[in-house]
C-alpha cells in the first residue's frame, strides 16, 4: 500500500505533484491546519504530515496520529512542532534549513534602506499629495559600518551582501573564528566593540537564554548615537520597550523590525512611531524561498517514506535502518559527549577532533560526526540539526578530523571527544555498556564512570578534604536531591573533578553558593536531552 500524505498547510501545487510522482498519496488540504478538531480527526488516516506554520503539531494531536511517521516543515522555524512528543512517538520531524536564506538576508538589506531613507514614510507622505521633500533627509549606507550580530548562514550572506554595498562590516558571534571572519571580508570584534563602531546594527541569532533580550536597555545605552536596528531574525532579541524610548529621545535613530516578541503583533511599543518600519514576519516571504522549501520538503518526506533515507531531521540521525538498531545508542552517547562541551565552551572553535575506539569505529561514523558536531553547536543554535551541523561547522571555518584505532583499553568501544580554540583543549570521552546507557569515563584526562542525566552538576577543584560534603550539604539545603556522585582526580592534592547526576535542574543561585565558597575553580550546571 502507498504511503499517504497530508498537507494541511499552503504548499507549491509543484510540491505536491512531486509527492504523486514519486508515488505518494496526497491529500492537499491548505486551511485545515487551523481547524485542530478536524485535524486530530482525520490525522490518523496518514503517514506523513507536510506543514508550512499554521498547522500546530501539539501533543495532543500526536495523540490522534496513531500511523503517523513523519512530519515535514517546509522552512527552518519548527516552533509549532512538539519534537520531545513526536520523538517520544517515533515520529520524525524533517525542516528545509537553507531553502530560504537569501530571501531573508535580503529581506534585512531592504529594510536596512528602508530605514536608511524613511521609504514608508514617504511613500506614505507622497501618496497623500503632500509632497514634504524636505522632510525625509536620509543618509547613505555607503562607507558606513555594518554590525552584524550572528555570522552564520544568513549573516554571512547579509555580510556579503553589504559588502557589496561598499559597507565596512564587523561581525560579533562567539562561534566566528578569524578565519571564517577573513573569508567572509569582515572583522570579528566582541558586543561592545560592535555597539561602539556599528552605524547599523543587524541581527542573525536564533532565540536562546543568551540571546534573549541582546539588545536591551543597557546595551542600547552602549549604541553609537545616531545607530539604526534591523531585526530580521527572531523576536524576543530586541527589548522593544527600550529601543522605543532610545528612538523617542534620538539616540538610536531608526529601526526596522520584521519580527516581534509576540507574533501576530497586533501592537508594540514600536509601532507608529515615525522613525521605525515594519513589517509582518515577510523574511521568508518570496516566490523563490516558498517554492524552494516546499520543493524540499515534499522530496525529504517522499525519500524517507519510501526508502527509508533521512535528510534534515531534527530529531534523529541520517542513518538506514539497519544501522539505527545497532548505533542508537552510540548516537546518543556521541550526541551526549559534544553538548557537554559545547556547554562547557564560550570560545571560538578551531577544531573538532573525534577518536573511535573499537568496534565504533566501524560503524557509520558521519551519522556519529554529525550528532557530536550538533551536540556542540546546539548550545549555542538550537535550531542545529543532525545534516546542517557540519555545514555550519565548515562555515565557521571549523576543522574537524577522525580517527578510528582498534581496541586499545579495558572497554570494547569508547569516543573520545577533542574541541581545540586559541586558548585551550577540552576534552571528553564515553562509552556504551550492554544497557545501551551512554557513560563519561573520562574528562580532562581523568578517569571516571559517570552515568549521563538529564540534569548535572560539573565541578573543578584541588584535590582537598570537604569537598565530597560541601557538595552533599550545599545541594541538601537547597532541596535538590542527587541521584548519582562520581569523583575523580589525578593525583593526591593535585587537580580533581565531580559529577553530580542530579533529579531537577539546579538553581543559579546554588551555582553562586558553590562558587562563593572559594573551594572551585569550575562550577558548571550541564542539561542533556534525550537521556
Known sequence: MAPRVLVSDELSETAVQIFRDRGVEVDYMPKLGKDKEKLAEIIGNYDGLAIRSATKVTEKLLESATNLKVIGRAGIGVDNVDIPAASKKGVIVMNTPFGNSITTAEHAIAMMFACARQLPEANASTHAGKWEKSRFMGVELFNKTLGVIGAGNIGGIVCDRALGLHMKVV?????????????????????????????????????????????????LARTKKGVRIINCARGGLVDEAALAEALKSGHVAGAAFDVFEVEPATESPLFNLPNVVVTPHLGASTTEAQENVALQVAEQM????????????????????????????????????????????????????????????????????????????????????????????KERGIQISTTTQEKSGSFDAYIKLTVVTDKRERSVAGTCFSDGKPRFI??????????????????????????????????????????????????????????????????????????????????????????
Request: proline share 5%; hydrophobic share 45%.
Open 442 to 531: 573520562q574528562i580532562r584526562g581523568i578517569n571516571i564512570d559517570a552515568e549521563v542525566g538529564a540534569h548535572m552538576l560539573y565541578t573543578r577543584n584541588e584535590d582537598v578534604p570537604g569537598i565530597i560534603g560541601l557538595l552533599g550539604m550545599t545541594m541538601g539545603k537547597n532541596g535538590v536531591n542527587i541521584a548519582n556522585f562520581t569523583l575523580g582526580r589525578t593525583a593526591i592534592g593535585k587537580d580533581a573533578i565531580a559529577i553530580l547526576y542530579l533529579d531537577q535542574p539546579i538553581n543559579p543561585k546554588v551555582v553562586e553558593t558553590l562558587k562563593s565558597t572559594g573551594m572551585f575553580k569550575q562550577v558548571m550546571p550541564l542539561e542533556f536531552d534525550a537521556v
Open 171 to 219: 561581525a560579533y558571534d562567539p562561534f566566528l573564528s578569524e578565519e571564517r571572519a577573513k573569508s567572509l571580508g569582515v572583522t570579528k570584534v566582541e558586543l561592545d566593540e560592535l555597539l561602539a563602531r556599528a552605524d547599523f546594527i543587524t541581527l542573525h541569532v536564533p532565540l536562546t537564554d543568551k540571546t534573549r533580550n541582546i539588545l536591551s536597555a543597557e546595551t
Open 302 to 393: 517522499s525519500d524517507y517514506l519510501l526508502t527509508g533515507a533521512v535528510q534534515n531531521a531534527l530529531n534523529m540521525p541520517s542513518v538506514t535502518a539497519e544501522e539505527a538498531a545497532v548505533m542508537g545508542p552510540w548516537v546518543k552517547l556521541a550526541g551526549h559527549l559534544g553538548a557537554f562541551v559545547g556547554q562547557m565552551t564560550d570560545e571560538p572553535i578551531k577544531a573538532i577532533n573525534v577518536l573511535y575506539d573499537g568496534a565504533v569505529g566501524e560503524m557509520n561514523l558521519a551519522a556519529l560526526n554529525c550528532a557530536t558536531i550538533a551536540g556542540i553547536m546546539k548550545a549555542t543554535n538550537p535550531d542545529v540539526n543532525l545534516v546542517s551541523a557540519p555545514i555550519v561547522a
